[in-house]
């Protein structure tokens, strides 16, 4: 039966009629995006839209940036793709080169991958070979943190803290356990420091170990800076020196998850180099490639390259895209010309326009929470009562109908939260690219304003 005769048959409208792609969301087909200049991206109907979150944090350069079409261009007319089973690309080997270079301390080789969730698959399956590498087959488990994501493939999906996600598919997750994430705004006691509230969630990994049997703990999975779900919740001082410890001491492995808040977004190349620490292996996406083409990649410790290297001598995963020549090309193209144009003096300068342009103008803002994060990685909470902190009921869905209302002003914003099970409130994530200047910020926040006004005063709050 075709479409149309199942509407004729039917008063209820036909869900996504006039599409064969099967969207996001079975109410509504997006606009078609056919033009992209800077931050702005254009629709079919030349509507323009300023892109403050870069999609999901991955627009680090902007849209159509000509080195980065140039690189493309130029790698497609000598070869676009051959499978690394067979071969290596000039593209991979200069990329890799300077990943290593610029990676943190102890990071050997690069694991390249498609995207984040494939890098968060291929660094748990790389911690479990190295320890059937070391000899120490028992340690299978995983400890992640509350309300975090880190894919929606099983395995990641498996890792990740967020409830409402996993839910659905929970019987086919594999076992992982959550401790607390650093939330300093909701979980940070009156009487404690940060130093103290930092010590005190960090040595819940301890706990978690012990209660495991610490001889059966694989690797802990945590994004430095959090970007998913709960938006841009930076750590307090001295938490992942203390994480580092506790791994050491009980032989686990810290697995640092920086597909949203690395390659520059936070102001350094990488988030963790604000903690003085590095993990064991460490995933890197989004602001890879810009967008311009999807990938990902592992950052492998020393370590773990040389029990893998000199034990089985070879890691036993793959992917046919893996180390994709023009994705490969792109990314280059795209961290050369953030290094070139020293872009991250840029993303701490705006990071603080940003911040001071929002304090300014929603500092005082009856459902404003807080204003967080670090460089371009900015999220803002809403709240139903700033002095109890309360959140707005989440069946209002107030995140996705300031999404929805920023939208219609022409702004992206990227709306976290306000779901029933594990995560508390309604966040926006602000994560424009490393390019915008004081005028862009001026307006985002501007656009940001009257999307609240429009959501609270039809929700009868204003
Ligand atoms: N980890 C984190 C922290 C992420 O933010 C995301 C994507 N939002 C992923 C992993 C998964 O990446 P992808 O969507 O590219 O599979």
Same mark, same amino acid.
């Given at each position: 039966?075709?479409?149309?005769? !199942? ?37 079919? !109907?030349?509507?323009?839209? @300023? ?7 991955v627009?680090c ?8 079409? $140039?690189?493309?261009? $130029? ?9 690394s089973?067979?071969?290596s690309s000039?593209a991979m080997e200069e990329l890799a080169d300077e990943l290593v270079a610029s990676a943190p301390?102890?990071i050997d080789k690069v694991y390249f991958v498609s995207g984040g969730s494939e890098a968060t698959e291929a660094a748990l399956k790389m911690?479990?070979?190295? #320890? @059937? ?17 880190h894919g929606?493939?099983?395995?990641a ?11 659905? #598919? ?11 994430? &650093? ?19 960090? /040595?819940?990994?301890?706990? $978690? ?15 430095? &800076? ?13 938490? #992942? ?10 032989? &686990?492995?810290?697995i640092l998850d920086e597909v949203m808040c690395g390659m520059g977004r936070? =102001?350094?190349l990488h988030?963790i ?5 590095s993990g064991d292996l460490q995933t890197i996406a989004k602001g890879l490639g810009a967008?311009y083409q999807p990938i990902g990649a592992v950052l492998v410790s020393?370590?773990i390259n040389?029990?893998?290297? /000199?034990?089985?001598?070879?890691f036993?995963h793959g992917h046919?895209y893996q180390g994709h020549a023009t994705a490969c090309a792109a990314a280059l193209?795209t961290q050369? %010309?953030?290094?070139?144009? !020293? ?7 705006? =990071? ?8 300014? *103008?929603? =500092? ?48 992206? %914003? ?8 594990? &995560? ?14 004081? !005028?862009?910020? $001026? *307006?985002?926040?501007?656009? #940001? ?11 009868? @709050?204003?």
């Amino acid at each position: 039966m075709t479409n149309a005769s !199942n509407s004729a048959q039917s008063s209820a409208p036909v869900p996504n009629a006039g599409t064969r792609v099967l969207h996001r969301t079975s109410t509504s087909i997006p606009p078609r995006a056919v033009r992209g200049e800077g931050i702005y991206i254009f629709d079919q !109907n030349g509507k323009s839209y @300023l892109d403050a979150c870069g999609g999901a944090a991955v627009s680090c350069l902007g849209h159509s940036d000509p080195d980065v079409r $140039a690189a493309m261009h $130029a790698q497609i007319d000598q070869i676009a793709y051959a499978h690394s089973g067979f071969f290596s690309s000039d593209a991979m080997e200069e990329l890799a080169d300077e990943l290593v270079a610029s990676a943190p301390e102890g990071i050997d080789k690069v694991y390249f991958v498609s995207g984040g969730s494939e890098a968060t698959e291929a660094a748990l399956k790389m911690a479990r070979q190295y #320890f @059937l590498e070391i000899g120490q087959p028992d340690r299978k488990y995983v400890i992640a943190r509350r309300q975090s994501y880190h894919g929606n493939t099983l395995g990641a999906l498996s890792v990740g803290g967020n409830m409402w996600r996993r839910k659905q #598919f929970e019987p086919l997750l594999i076992t992982a356990s959550h401790i607390a994430p &650093v939330y300093q705004y909701r979980d940070q006691r009156d009487d404690e420091t940060p130093e103290a509230y930092g010590l005190r969630v960090a /040595n819940e990994l301890e706990t $978690a170990i012990l209660e495991l049997g610490a001889e059966s703990v694989a690797a802990f999975v945590a994004e430095p &800076v959090v970007g998913a779900t709960v938006g841009a919740l930076a750590p307090v001082p001295g938490y #992942f020196k203390r994480v580092r410890e506790i791994c050491d001491q009980y032989g &686990v492995l810290l697995i640092l998850d920086e597909v949203m808040c690395g390659m520059g977004r936070t =102001g350094t190349l990488h988030a963790i180099e604000q903690e003085g620490i590095s993990g064991d292996l460490q995933t890197i996406a989004k602001g890879l490639g810009a967008g311009y083409q999807p990938i990902g990649a592992v950052l492998v410790s020393k370590k773990i390259n040389d029990a893998i290297a /000199n034990g089985s001598g070879f890691f036993q995963h793959g992917h046919t895209y893996q180390g994709h020549a023009t994705a490969c090309a792109a990314a280059l193209a795209t961290q050369r %010309a953030i290094k070139e144009r !020293n872009l991250l003096t840029n993303v701490v300068k705006q =990071g603080e326009n940003l911040v001071a342009a929002l304090e300014a *103008k929603l =500092g005082q803002h009856p459902f404003v929470g807080d204003i967080r994060g670090r460089g371009l990685f900015r999220g803002v909470e809403l709240v139903a009562d700033r002095e109890t902190k309360d959140p707005f009921d989440p069946t209002l869905k107030i995140n996705a109908k300031i999404k929805k209302a920023a939208f219609a002003l022409g702004l992206m %914003a990227y709306p976290m939260g306000g779901t029933i099970d594990g &995560v508390r409130g309604d966040h926006v994530l602000f994560a424009p690219a490393f390019i915008i200047d004081e !005028n862009d910020v $001026a *307006k985002i926040v501007d656009l #940001f304003a009257g999307a609240l006004d429009d959501v609270f005063k039809a929700e009868g @709050l204003a």
